[in-house]
């Protein structure tokens, strides 16, 4: 699990860099919109929406509590994979060393 918790950090630090580098030099409503006329540029916030949703099922899944479970997903959906990270690496700290505990939450 330590290779695990080194590589879900190393995720969340770069996407987070990423994400709080491109809020503070770029045009979010003048680049996303020039993004979206692409189909490309479609295609790419299709599938990053689609992971969002696969993830979001998995926290559904493994979370006991499902007013804690909707919290979780609401910040995923509003932040993205910062928050997906973040919560992967909580199941991975909480669930030590049992990898189906990860998985599976509350019901493992």
């Not at 919109?33 to 689609?50: C, F, H, N, Q």
């Given at each position: 699990?330590?290779?695990?918790?080194?590589?879900?950090?190393?995720?969340?630090?770069?996407?987070?860099?990423?994400?709080?580098?491109?809020?503070?030099?770029?045009?979010?409503?003048?680049?996303?919109?020039?993004?979206?006329?692409?189909?490309?540029?479609r295609t790419t916030v299709?599938?990053?929406?689609?992971?969002?949703?696969?993830?979001?099922?998995?926290?559904?899944?493994?979370?006991?509590?499902?007013?804690?479970?909707?919290?979780?997903?609401?910040?995923?959906?509003?932040?993205?994979?910062?928050?997906?990270?973040?919560?992967?690496?909580?199941?991975?700290?909480?669930?030590?060393?049992?990898?189906?505990?990860?998985?599976?939450?509350?019901?493992?």
């Amino acid at each position: 699990m330590g290779y695990a918790k080194a590589f879900l950090l190393a995720c969340f630090y770069l996407i987070t860099g990423s994400l709080v580098h491109s809020l503070w030099r770029g045009n979010f409503t003048k680049e996303g919109g020039e993004m979206l006329s692409k189909p490309w540029g479609r295609t790419t916030v299709l599938d990053a929406y689609i992971g969002l949703a696969l993830f979001s099922s998995w926290i559904l899944y493994r979370e006991k509590s499902l007013l804690k479970a909707f919290l979780w997903i609401f910040g995923v959906l509003a932040l993205g994979h910062p928050v997906s990270t973040l919560y992967a690496l909580i199941a991975l700290y909480e669930s030590e060393p049992d990898w189906r505990r990860f998985w599976l939450g509350s019901r493992g």
